[in-house]
């Protein structure tokens, strides 16, 4: 009979994201191994402090606490390339192995049971995404909670480390040296508006995507290619948020993914009162790390205080959802002239799938900026697909106001509407559909000042 091995796990960490230091290095000692194997022992590296481009980057320190999860899978190098894995694939059936921190302790679970052999070992630390999504993505949440009576718990709930170990069992057992694969952001926002006010939701805009289900590259300890669902913005719902005096300021902390911003970003700012401010800064090249905590800042008064026509939205449905079903905004409908199967609501966004298909958005005011994903789905059929967006003043006669073409990939697009002051409709038509799908998410709509 085969021998078998169960696979243990355990760290001296503490965690929990507490305040925002300067530079440290925390290394987790190992815990003396049980009788019946060799504890995976787990080197965390937090980041340095250093200060460019007017943002300042720091290290928020980091522990384990009760409830967290590190998931661990398992292949040989013929399996790698497979969809059966030793531990980790398939997903549904095998999923990775679960080791939960309790008791001040990483618990071994029953399952992790392994035979004599080589393998590739792969941990993950995160919320519960390794446990819904393939051993080889992570998904970073674009709207993420954070109660600001306890502002930055949500952190450790959004992070992610992951680490790799090849090892041949029984002769050795994994060890991890994990790896943060995000950063974190940090904006202080104090009120200057000459009043009280609260605030209701805090958002950061960039210019690659910053959230979405990403794979990971567990040789290099970074995230790889956007694997689906991506957003270049982080929206923060703030919870039992206090009324802030006037000069009185507050921290929205959020998790994004690091990339490399090339031009401008943005913060917006919802009041509980509707009022919006935003701010638009062009930061020219600017790295986002991984494993990094950066701060920005946004003074609310008038000249950050920007009117919104459309507020950001999207659809609030499931999968395949018919679009009669939808309860649209104000303001914004789908033209009825088309047929229904034409359209669907797919967990979040306004599907497109037919010729014609169109949603129409309707304002009585100049807009400034016209703000909106775009996602391309390749489905059966051959030829150009043209995607357009029209502008009308009575809702009747549409010219162009920007002719997108055969869109192939998912993209965010900003359309400066100034040039476009007495148009009172914007119409997202697929003009012309070959072998794409199209979605529409997270449509916004600013008024000129």
Known sequence: MKMMKKIFIS??????????????????????????????????????????????????????????????????????????????????????????????????????????????????????????????????????????NAPMAHLATNDCLIGSSKVTIPDAQPSFTMKRIYSWMKILVTNGTGTTATIKNVSFTSTENIAGVFNLDFETGKIGAIAFS??????????NAKALEVGGSQDAYFVFAPHTANGDVTIMVTMTDGKVYKQTKNIGSKTFEAGKAYTAAITLNANTNMPILFAKWSPDCDKDAAISSIVFPEGLSYDTNVAEDAYKCYAGKLGMRATGAAYILHYNQPAATLTFTLQANKASGTGENVFDILGSEDGVSYTMIKAMGNVTKTDTYTIDMTQHSAVRYIKFILTTRADYNYSLYDIELTGAK
């Open 230 to 239: 991506p957003s270049q913005s982080v929206d923060v719902a703030m919870t």
């Open 11 to 148: 760290m001296s960490l503490m965690l929990a994201a507490s305040a925002l230091t300067s530079c440290a290095n925390d290394d987790a000692s190992a815990i003396t191994p049980d009788a019946q194997g060799v504890a995976v022992n787990i080197t965390a590296a937090l980041p340095e402090t250093r200060t460019e481009i007017g943002y300042v980057d720091g290290a928020y320190k980091v522990a384990w606490k009760e409830g967290d999860n590190i998931y661990v899978s398992a292949y040989t190098d013929a399996e790698q390339a497979a969809d059966a894995w030793t531990w980790g694939k398939p997903n549904k059936t095998n999923p990775p192995r679960a080791y939960a921190y309790t008791g001040g302790a990483f618990v071994t679970p029953a399952d992790a049971i392994i035979n004599p052999g080589t393998y590739n070992f792969t941990a993950v630390y995160t919320n519960a995404s390794q446990a819904k999504y393939a051993a080889g993505t992570n998904s970073l949440d674009n709207e993420q909670v954070q109660d600001c």
